[in-house]
T-cell receptor
């Protein structure tokens, strides 16, 4: 089967750094995605990792370890607008759709 | 428009009513997906179209759910005889090609069944 685990909620302070972890189990690996979803809005693409290592994109970075089935999203210099749900997703085994985790709801406090 | 458009944004239905939710994907996008998202949960896959062909409907929860994309562009998700457990946000997403890549989501249709 396929499974994605991530924490349900996290809280962090404005200006700080936060790391949101994701572990996954899949029979075949075709990359790992992170999406951001503000309350009541559409999920929007943040990153896609297919190779091991860290990929940096401005204040957001994403890390992947295929051998450990582990990824994290790193958010630096947190801003209030970063309060949102962060969804970890992987291609569904043997299908064309993405399989999503339950999402991590991040609250940034002053 | 430039993005995925869904309508209606909000729909209230009485239990037993039929509803139809529309998705207008990004022009030229081959793949179209419907997802169901319950409050506080991640999106759950319902069905997938490649152009007008419905290639995967394994996520549809019952035969009350039906989706179509007759001309390979606009899609409609129909729910017959709605039940309270159908209350959720229904998200549509499209992608440019058939390989699993970046999905572009609409803002969703929030269905409330009373």
């Amino acid at each position: 089967g396929q499974n994605i685990d991530q924490p349900t909620e996290m809280t962090a302070t404005e200006g700080a750094i936060v790391q949101i972890n994701c572990t996954y189990q899949t029979s075949g690996f075709n990359g790992l995605f992170w999406y951001q979803q503000h309350a009541g809005e559409a999920p929007t693409f943040l990153s896609y990792n297919v190779l091991d290592g860290l990929e940096e994109k401005g204040r957001f970075s994403s890390f992947l370890s295929r051998s450990k089935g582990y990824s994290y999203l790193l958010l630096k210099e947190l801003q209030m607008k970063d309060s949102a749900s962060y969804l970890c997703a992987a291609p569904q085994t043997g299908a064309n759709n993405l399989f999503f985790g339950t999402g991590t709801r991040l609250t940034v406090i002053p | 428009g430039a993005g995925v458009s869904q309508s209606p944004r909000y729909k209230v239905a009485k239990r037993g009513q039929d509803v139809a939710l529309r998705c207008d994907p990004i022009s030229g996008h081959v793949s179209l997906f419907w997802y169901q998202q319950a409050l506080g949960q991640g999106p759950e896959f319902l069905t997938y179209f490649q152009n007008e062909a419905q290639l995967d409907k394994s996520g549809l929860p019952s035969d009350r759910f039906f989706a179509e994309r007759p001309e390979g562009s606009v899609s409609t998700l129909k729910i017959q005889r709605t039940q309270q457990e159908d209350s959720a946000v229904y998200l549509c997403a499209s992608s440019l090609d058939t390989n699993t890549g970046e999905l572009f989501f609409g803002e969703g249709s929030r269905l409330t069944v009373l």
